[in-house]
């Protein structure tokens, strides 16, 4: 019997076999959503709890790589909708040519703010497909969403994050 | 300024803001964890615990009695 036949039998040999082939994988993946080593390190292993749990709907003819990110992205999110927030970046990142480097970190931190606002799912698709620069294709296939629906979701998230800094600034100012 | 210039403008910001992880790499195997997680919480498969069963029945009382709520139930699915 093969491997994912195995698994999907519920042989926890073969469970075992696939974790140690996916797990670097499936952590790196999800550590670029997250963008922490530690919540990582724990969705992965939430990931293929639920790839242990639902084994039995995975067909063993599929492509189990491309099954487990599409789980991993699924754990990421929710993580992203009910978990806390990310751990902030160190303000001392590199400046980005002439600008006051005062003016440069404020802008940042508005821009990490506003960020941390959107809504799950924009933050996740402006992550993949912004920060990231992974194919639109390829985020579509794991979110389980259309190429299309991919581009008007990083659509709105830039247009939800120009609003929030629009009145980011203007709180700035007022003050 | 143009939305088009401004939604650029906002694009580099947030690559400045969080740059790509260099550092993805997994540094210790999470199989003890793993196992540690399975020996806790068992995986049920595909059962469905006994209160969503009770939950459906309950719903499905309910619509059948008041089937005005159909159109509100689906509007808020």
Same mark, same amino acid.
């Given at each position: 019997?093969?491997? +994912?036949?195995?698994?999907?039998?519920?042989?926890?040999?073969?469970?075992?076999?696939?974790?140690?082939?996916?797990?670097?994988?499936?952590?790196?993946?999800?550590?670029?959503?997250?963008?922490?080593?530690?919540?990582?390190?724990d969705l992965t292993v939430?990931?293929?709890?639920?790839?242990?749990r639902f084994r039995a709907r995975f067909d063993p003819a599929g492509n189990f790589?491309?099954?487990?990110?599409?789980?991993?992205?699924?754990a990421a999110l929710d993580h992203l909708r009910h978990g806390r927030r990310e751990t902030e970046l160190p303000e001392d990142l590199p400046g980005a040519g002439?600008?006051?480097?005062?003016? +440069?970190?404020?802008?940042?931190?508005?821009i990490r703010k506003a960020f941390f606002q959107l809504p799950a799912k924009y933050r996740l698709v402006a992550t993949l497909a912004l920060i990231e620069e992974e194919p639109y294709d390829k985020i579509a296939e794991t979110?389980?969403?259309?190429?299309?629906?991919?581009?008007?979701?990083?659509?709105?998230?830039?247009?939800?994050?120009?609003?929030?800094?629009?009145? +980011?600034?203007?709180?700035?100012?007022?003050? | 300024m143009t939305n088009k210039e401004d939604d650029k403008e906002i694009k580099a910001h947030l690559k400045a803001a969080f @740059? @790509?992880?260099?550092?993805? !790499?997994?540094?210790?195997?999470?199989? @003890?964890?793993?196992?540690?997680?399975?020996? !806790?919480? @068992?995986a049920a498969g595909d059962h469905v615990p006994w209160f969503d069963w009770a939950l459906a029945v309950i719903l499905s009382a309910l619509l059948i009695v008041f089937p005005g709520a159909i159109p509100a139930l689906l509007y808020h699915l």
């Open positions: 019997m093969e491997l +994912l036949e195995r698994f999907a039998a519920g042989d926890l040999d073969a469970f075992e076999t696939l974790f140690r082939e996916h797990q670097k994988e499936v952590y790196a993946w999800t550590v670029r959503i997250v963008r922490d080593h530690g919540i990582a390190e939430e990931t293929f709890w639920r790839i242990y790589r491309a099954w487990a990110r599409r789980i991993a992205t699924n002439t600008a006051d480097p005062a003016v +440069l970190l404020e802008t940042r931190s508005r979110v389980g969403i259309s190429a299309a629906l991919v581009k008007v979701r990083v659509f709105r998230a830039v247009r939800i994050l120009r609003k929030k800094l629009q009145s +980011l600034n203007a709180e700035a100012i007022a003050k | @740059p @790509p992880l260099q550092d993805t !790499e997994l540094r210790r195997d999470l199989w @003890p964890q793993m196992l540690r997680k399975l020996q !806790e919480q @068992p």
